[in-house]
């Protein structure tokens, strides 16, 4: 077996190429990438390319495995490969370990990877936009007089101009970032025959108002002192240098 990781492009990516000996003593040359980037996903990855390569399909589908839940799939397969090896950082693997455990498992867990479609996550998505989690971090239910609650909670939020508990968008976005990713991984080993259709989530582009020239000028000559002139010109490190540089040249 073969894996190697690839820093030739802007991301580094986990490959893996081999040449094995099929059954009627031929050599044949595999390669490819895992859709999960680690070592251990190009490593799986390598194995289910072998097997459909003895088996006489080496472009075909993947070998049908037992269909499991959610739950299952990303607590016996998925997340003991997911996150070793270079391509995650820390940060990323502790965020999709959130996704997972606050909103995924809870909402969605119970299902078979089969069940999983467009409508049921797009109800888990509206949930988390209107009504967010519950404090032992469980999506709430439908149940009417708790849903009342929670709309009389956010309402009463709203008015004190406190920040609504429903999660925004580009959090809704990157949770189904982490869902996709689950899911991509479980056909490529052969657990879902097919990708489903997941809803699409939009993310406005942030709106960003500029100071105007004369409005610049003045913000600059408002500064106290140095430091703060500095900081209004130059990125941190620089007004570092900048400073010091004055104030070198001040003393000789």
């Known amino acids: 077996m073969s894996v190697y990781c690839d820093e030739s492009g802007r991301k580094k990516k986990w490959r893996y190429r081999a040449k094995i000996r099929l059954h009627d003593g031929r050599t044949e040359r595999i390669s490819g990438t895992s859709a999960i980037n680690t070592k251990q996903g190009a490593l799986a990855a390598e194995r289910a390319h072998i097997e459909r390569a003895l088996r006489g399909q080496p472009d075909g589908p993947p070998e049908k495995k037992e269909v499991l839940t959610l739950t299952r799939f990303i ?24 996704h997972i455990r606050v909103h995924l498992k809870p909402a969605l867990g119970h299902l078979l990877l089969t069940d999983i479609d467009a409508e049921k996550v797009t109800a888990l998505f509206g949930d988390l936009r209107t009504l967010g989690h519950s404090r032992k971090g469980k999506p709430a239910r439908d149940g009417l007089k708790r849903r009342r609650r929670e709309e009389e909670k956010l309402r009463a939020t709203q008015e004190r101009h406190r920040k609504p508990r429903g999660l925004k968008d580009k959090s809704i976005r990157n949770i189904r970032t982490t869902l996709s990713t689950i899911l991509s991984s479980a056909v490529e080993w052969g657990y879902l025959a097919a990708m489903p259709r997941l809803p699409k989530v939009k993310v406005d582009d942030p709106q960003w108002e500029w100071y105007r020239g004369e409005e610049a000028r003045r913000l600059v000559r408002a500064a106290r002192d140095e430091w703060e002139r500095a900081l209004l010109l130059f990125p941190p490190p620089r007004a570092r240098a900048w400073v010091s540089r004055s104030r070198s040249a001040g003393g000789t």
């Open 75 to 98: 607590d016996e397969v998925w997340w003991p490969t997911y996150p070793t090896g270079r391509g995650n950082r820390p940060t990323t693997v502790q965020e999709k370990e959130v």
